[in-house]
């Protein structure tokens, strides 16, 4: 089957009304799912309809994975029942799944990063000729996939050398080339910049207009307003409800989600400011260029800008991942040279990376472990580690940061996104510091642990700490930063006090237009 | 990422710690008392005090090679080259002995190049950012042929009794070889489960990435890993000199092998961050019982490779099936 094909032949289009009263494409009655000690999902009643676009929100544990993974046979179900146009399905492999045209498109890209995009594009269904594989052919019959997309790159490149957003792009159209009537995103946009996500938003609309049914889950909801028919929400493994778009607001979603209403997400409190902790003085380095900025204590200062405006670059230069090659920088009133990251660390700064995954966790390791890790020095007594210090250190910070973990002893790998978050905040925190580097600290948590992490940044400034703040999200930055600075290109292009500038304005500087 | 794990209590998760991995290593335990039951009750010669010995002997070797290698394969490397150092090291150590120098001087210079090659290792892979893999395996394939170089490919006698004397006695009825275990076995537990060093070398072996961020000098963890592991590869390597009483280049073939697999046996895995300096210890005697048993009961000994094979794909299997239910 060829998939340039199978991308058109779904042009017939959904019926006019698509909410009315047509059958579900796929229903779910009582769908309950049971881990050992964990009720992931109950008793949940869900009609998804032919061609919609239906939202899905939820705080994180409220059991949007389970439900995906039910979806698509990962997981069996404890009980309930499953009806695809009406007929009660087993769905019980993820074979099941592909066979009804059931696919999803993760958060993070599972491609192999070191084949072409044609080879990803056609892994597992390749075409041969008496065995060998017809390259040239499918590297065309890619192409036009691509082209039909709009999306400008040869199918002859390494998945590895496109940008997170493009390998995104490149998993949809993988998941949408293969017969699927109902595709399921998982956070897709998490890892995104705004340009990235509007071409994805494109190619999710494009399938919409083509008849696919689309279920789409995001923290972001003003993306969810963008994109989404009807939404429902999820809280604690139960349905709470389920509206039209059009039918309802952003309050109410919140409130549904975390059960309180959220004053204010945003908290931010007047907290007097100090001394500069940290001054650069036309800073230079790879990636970024003459940067002279200054944080003080009790100070967030903001750093915003697309992905690649140099941003990350700049805060890892302070951090000592790669030296300095211009400029200075003044650490507390003296000048320093940082070469390397256990440099930074002794001299009071600590970086929260972008990636937890990658970068900031021991994932098949216990939580205390990962708490304790910049402090182990200060735990050992003699030639060895203190059991008890450990311990005690550990659990303050589970208990500060309500970090939601069965114990200590669990790996890191088995909690949440968020408290896999709070796990590298928490790290610091037991080390101390006097300037703690942000890098999008929010990117993939939920709204209830979003304003947990805002929490802990007023603490921080209280004990007179300064914050660098990278975020790719610009309400975020615009509302907790005493000061923005815009990148673009490896250069600061503009400096704003807090909200002294409207939206358009920083998104026009940050773009260049 | 969204997890249904999160706001419920996920199921008891253990880390590998010294909980876990001695609870694993108490299976290990009954399996090897089980084959030691088995074995006393089917042949007339293995619960001899002659026999019981000899496999304290044999095992003492490979133990402490393991344990070494554990090291290395926590930080998710590999150590190839434990065979070859031994083998190189036990020229050296004879060399030395007949040289005139005295056993201390002998022994210490000896251990002293185990040390060096432990440092060219963590060079190559650190400095040159050459695989582990490649790095020990070049060295493993080099220090073969330096070691038949020196010695012309022939065997050196050593001719002082006070040194291969050693490796026949016994304390309080133990013998001296594994009480060179145990000189071993307490400082490395030291290191690896209750030091700084030993968690970072966890960190490591879990995420480079993350334990350098965190502070970690990961540069000298790794260093530190493959010299611990050819420090006591060049002490099996003594041992060895001492219990067949010459030096010879190819000694130790294939022990390289041999310590990877007494080491997964004892629960280490080979992606990395997981393991203990106890189930290798236990390991190494489960493969060696294996050994001695096939012998006492006329196993043709193609047959005991064959055997030997099968039991390491069982035992690791039924030992991750057990882990990943946990």
Sequence with gaps: MSLAETTGTHGSGPPPDRLGAATPILELRGLDKRFPGTHALKQVDLAFLPGEVHAIVGENGAGKSTLIKLLTGVYPRTSGEIFWHGRPVALATPHDAIALGINAVHQEVILCRHLTVAANLFLGDETASLGILQTRRMERAAQAIIDDIGFRIPSGVLLGDLTIGQQQLVATARAATRGTKFLIFDEPTAYLTRQEADQLFALIRRLHRQGVTIVYISHRLEEIFELADRVSILRDGSLVSTARIADTDEPTIIRGMVNRSIEDVYHKEEIPFGPPVLETRGLTGRGFQDISLTVRTGEIVGLYGLIGAGRSEFVQALFGRHPKTGGSMILKGEAVTIRRESDAIARGIALVPESRRDQGLCLNLGVGFNLNLPIFRRLTRGLVISLPAQREHADRQIRDLRIQTASRNALAANLSGGNQQKLVVGKWLSHGADLYIFDEPTAGVDVGTKVEMYRVFAALLKRDAAIILISSYLPEVYELADRLHVFRAGRLVASHSHKDADHETILAEALGT | ?326
Excluded at chain 2, 21 to 47: E, P, Y
Excluded at chain 2, 92 to 104: R, S
Excluded at chain 2, 233 to 241: M, S
Excluded at chain 2, 277 to 289: A, E
């Design chain 2, 1 to 326: 990422m969204t997890t249904a794990a999160a706001t419920a209590p996920v199921a008891p998760q253990t880390k590998p710690s010294t909980g876990l991995g001695f609870l694993m290593s108490l299976t290990l335990l009954g399996l090897l008392l089980a084959m030691w039951i088995a074995l006393s009750l089917a042949t007339d010669t293995f619960l001899t005090a002659n026999n019981f010995a000899n496999l304290m002997r044999q095992a003492a070797l490979w133990a402490i090679i393991a344990m070494g290698q554990t090291f290395v394969i926590i930080t998710a490397g590999i150590d190839l080259s434990v065979g070859a150092v031994i083998g190189f090291c036990s020229v050296i150590v004879a060399m030395l002995l007949q040289g005139g120098f005295p056993v201390w001087a002998s022994v210490l210079i000896t251990l002293g190049v185990g040390v060096a090659i432990g440092l060219f290792h963590g060079f190559g892979i650190v400095k040159m950012g050459l695989p582990p893999f490649i790095m020990t395996l070049a060295t493993m394939t080099a220090l073969r042929g330096i070691g038949l170089l020196m010695t012309n490919g022939a065997t050196i006698s050593i001719t002082v009794d006070r040194f291969t004397d050693f490796s026949r006695g016994a304390l309080l009825g133990v013998p001296n070889l594994f009480w060179m275990v145990i000189l071993v076995a307490v400082p490395a537990f030291v290191l690896l489960h209750l030091s700084r060093w030993g968690r970072y070398i966890y960190a490591v072996g879990s995420n480079a990435e993350a334990a350098r961020l965190s502070g970690v000098n990961v540069s000298v963890v790794i260093f530190l890993a493959y010299t611990v592991s050819a420090m006591l590869a060049a002490f099996a390597g003594i041992l060895t000199a001492a219990r067949i009483g010459v030096g010879v280049a190819t000694t130790g073939d294939g022990w390289e092998l041999q310590s990877i697999a007494s080491s997964v046996i004892g629960g280490t895995s080979l992606f990395g961050a997981v393991g203990s300096v106890h189930g290798p210890l236990i390991g190494s005697f489960l493969l060696t019982t294996i050994a001695n048993g096939a012998n006492l009961l006329n196993i043709n000994p193609f047959w005991q490779r064959i055997i030997t094979g099968g039991l390491i794909i069982v035992i690791v299997y039924f030992d991750q099936m057990r882990r990943r239910r946990r």
